[in-house]
C-alpha cells in the first residue's frame, strides 16, 4: 500500500485555508488534519483537542525538549507546531495528513521530509486579499496592515513550495479539487511506494 503523503497548505490569512482544508477533509475519508498545538489563546467556538491542543508556553518548551515536535515555529507572539503523533501513525497506514501551517514551518517539512507537498494557497490578487481583510470587519487597521505585510514576506517564499493553488472569490471547490488531484499523483511517486519493487517479485 502506498504511504499516505505529508500535504503541507500555507497561504495568508485571507487566502481561504482553513475553508478549503475543512472542505477537503469533510469528503475525502483518507484525508485527515494534523492537530498542531499553540500557545495562543483560544478563539471563540474553538476546541481543546479539535482544533488546536492549547498549551501553556511552558508545556510547549518542554515539548520541544522532548521532541515533541516535528516542526514548530514562533508566529504572532505565539508558539505553533505539530507533533510527530500526528504524523507517522496516519501517512503508515495510507493517509494523507494535512498540515495547515505557515510558512518557517513549512520550510522544516521541506528539509526533514523530500516526498512532502508544498501547496501554497493564494488569492487571485494582493487588492483582493486586502480587501477580504477589511471585509471580515473583526480587524483593526493595525491588524490588517500586519497581516498584509505578513502576506508580502510569505509570497517570498513562493518558488519553496512545489504547487500553488489560486483561490478566487466563490471557488473552493475548485480549490480542494486541485488539492485532490495534487495528492492523487503522489500516490504514483515511487518513493511513496519503496516496497513495490520486493512485493512485485514476490508475486
Ligand atoms: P492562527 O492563530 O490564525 O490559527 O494561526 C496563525 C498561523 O499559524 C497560520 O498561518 C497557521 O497556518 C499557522 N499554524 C498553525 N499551526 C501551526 C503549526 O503547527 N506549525 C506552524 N509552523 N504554523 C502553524
Redesign the pocket.
Known sequence: MAKGSVIV?????GSG??TVRERLIARNPDFRY?I???T?KP?PGEKDGV??GFVTVEEFREGIAAGK?Y???E??G?Y???PVSQLVPFTDRGINVV????????M?VRAKDENAVLVMLLPPSFSVLESRLRGRGTECEESVQRRLAKARNEIEYFMNYDYFILNADGCIDECVRQLEVIAETQKYRTKNNSDFPVNFLLN
Do not use: C
Not at 497548505?9 to 490569512?13: D, E, F, H, M, T
Not at 498540515?99 to 513549512?106: D, K, M, S, Y
Open positions: 497548505l500555507s497561504g495568508p490569512a485555508k482553513s494534523s498542531s498545538d499553540t495562543r478563539r482544533d488546536y515536535y516542526e514548530f515555529a508566529y504572532a505565539n505553533y507546531g505539530t498540515l495547515e501551517i505557515e510558512v518557517q514551518g513549512a522544516q
